[in-house]
């Protein structure tokens, strides 16, 4: 066959850069949005960041409540424009929308972001003090080497032993296998080993420096845990400690109370004893930094409605440089590399905008289908699928996916994520259906109003949910119990 070149019309879609960056900008957490910009500040000149980027961003009172930054007491500059006074986010970004559409960018200076929150001169910002440094397990421990009578043969025993423990405050490995990785000619012996294993373990936190659970809690009851507790149930719990863990753990109490001989008020005491022991003494001292989460949005009882607002704090406020929006103004076309940048800074900070628009409206949408949630907590869930916000938004399923990933809510029973409001539904006897949070929410409560010595089976919770007009299967609750973290009846049972 010959070949031969032909022209063919077809439709196909083609996603602009611009587009593209919207869609990376929606699927955005806050800190990764905040870097994002912070990179396009470095590479673009001609786009300017007026605000701090986690400075501003609101903080959560002891109490619940909310607490709201005030204004720094440094302005932004001479050219920048002053703090508007609604106090609303949204508004702030109609604004800018408006002055994008009127061509404001090429008078220079701009304002092209929301400014957040309502503000008072005069007041002094009130900043959160940052939590100290806190001492690991090693550095607690080799404080304590410094003050032990012993020679300096024995605190470099003790020191390489604390060395060997993990994380936990267990020793890894036993006391031969630390010996043969010393070097020969120490000669170490094995007694000066076991010498200074008992120094370790005479440290604080007691526990430290054991080899199983069972030396871990024997080392604690020796120390004085439980100190208040009788002289006869501190005996007992060492007994039990020492040759009947494994019974304790499959909760068989008339084979422990064979074993011991004792009677069911007594064992009670000293299970309580070893409960209140602490299997992993070190882990107190882990180095890992609480991890806070920054809302989004925050949702506020307005009169007799739910009403969601932006967190304005978190919402960056972008402009154009005015020195080079005036450039441009006197000198069209002349520098293309400046034109081009300040394409990139108009689609970014319309994108920024469009994706806090987006959220808001989601989030609204959200608020107004759950509003029993806001009012009774997660037992008045209701069940809701992405489908539905996106009916009501008139967006894609996709879309609405990437505007609830790691996106949060400030809500009356705390922060949580978007995602956390859409689940599965669970029939009803009336033929309506039941979100299976609520589900959840509701076996919750059942499990912590049982009796410890029957504890509720799953066919017991879904009978007790049947006559709620709850239809859910034993499996069903077996699942749901499983994702609560709850145990099995038998290892819930207590003396």
Request: glycine share 10%; hydrophobic share 40%; net charge negative.
């Amino acid at each position: 066959m010959k070949p031969s070149l032909q022209l063919r019309l077809a439709p196909q879609l083609a996603l602009t850069p611009q587009l593209q960056q919207s869609i990376r900008l929606l699927q955005l957490s806050t800190l990764e949005l905040n870097q994002e910009i912070e990179q396009a500040l470095a590479d673009n000149p001609l786009l300017e960041r007026l605000d701090d980027p986690m400075g501003d961003c609101l903080r959560i009172a002891p109490n619940g409540g909310i607490d709201a930054p005030r204004a720094a007491d440094s302005g932004t500059g001479s050219g920048d424009p002053p703090a508007s006074d609604d106090g609303g986010g949204a508004e702030s970004f109609a604004e800018g929308a408006d002055s994008a559409e009127a061509g404001d960018w090429e008078a220079g200076g701009a304002d092209w972001g929301a400014e957040g929150g309502a503000r008072s001169e005069g007041d002094e910002r009130e900043y959160p003090q940052l939590s100290a440094g806190s001492a690991g397990l090693h550095e607690h421990l080799e404080a304590q080497v410094a003050g032990l009578r012993c020679t300096e043969r024995d605190r470099a025993l003790v020191r390489t032993l604390i060395g060997a423990l993990d994380e936990d405050g267990y020793l890894e490995g036993s006391l031969g296998e630390i010996a043969d990785l010393l070097p020969p000619e120490l000669e170490i012996e094995p007694e000066e080993l076991s010498t200074a294993l008992k120094l370790l373990q005479s440290f604080d936190p007691p526990g430290i420096g054991a080899r199983d659970l069972r030396e871990c809690l024997l080392l604690q009851i020796d120390a004085g845990a439980g100190a208040e507790t009788d002289r006869s149930t501190r005996a007992l719990a060492r007994a039990v400690a020492d040759r009947h863990l494994d019974t304790l753990a499959a909760r068989d109490f008339a084979r422990l109370r064979r074993a011991l001989g004792c009677d069911e008020e007594a064992l009670r005491g000293a299970q309580a004893l070893i409960r209140s022991l602490d299997p992993r003494p070190g882990a107190a001292f882990g180095g890992a930094e609480s991890g806070y989460v920054i809302p989004d949005v925050i949702v506020r009882r307005v009169r007799s409605a739910w009403v969601a607002t932006l967190n304005p704090d978190v919402v960056p406020r972008l402009r154009i440089n005015d020195a080079y929006a005036q450039i441009l103004k006197r000198q069209r076309g002349g520098n293309a590399a400046l034109a081009g940048q300040l394409q990139e800074a108009r689609w970014l900070v319309k994108n920024v905008q469009q994706r806090f628009d987006t959220i808001l409206r989601v989030s609204q949408a959200i608020v107004d289908r759950q509003a029993a949630f806001f009012s009774h907590g997660a037992v008045a869930m209701r069940p809701l699928v992405l489908r539905e916000i996106a009916d009501v938004v008139a967006l894609h399923e996709s879309t609405i996916s990437r505007v609830t990933t790691q996106k949060y809510m400030l809500t009356p029973f705390g922060i949580v994520e978007l995602k956390y409001f859409f689940g599965s539904h669970v029939a009803t006897d009336t033929g309506g259906a039941a979100s299976s949070t609520a589900i959840r929410a509701l076996m919750r409560e059942l499990f912590a109003a049982e009796d410890p010595a029957q504890p509720l089976s799953d066919g017991q919770v879904a009978e007790m949910l049947g006559q709620q007009g709850l239809v859910v299967a034993r499996r069903t609750v077996a699942k749901y119990r499983e994702a609560l973290r709850i145990p099995t009846a038998p290892q819930r049972r207590a003396v």
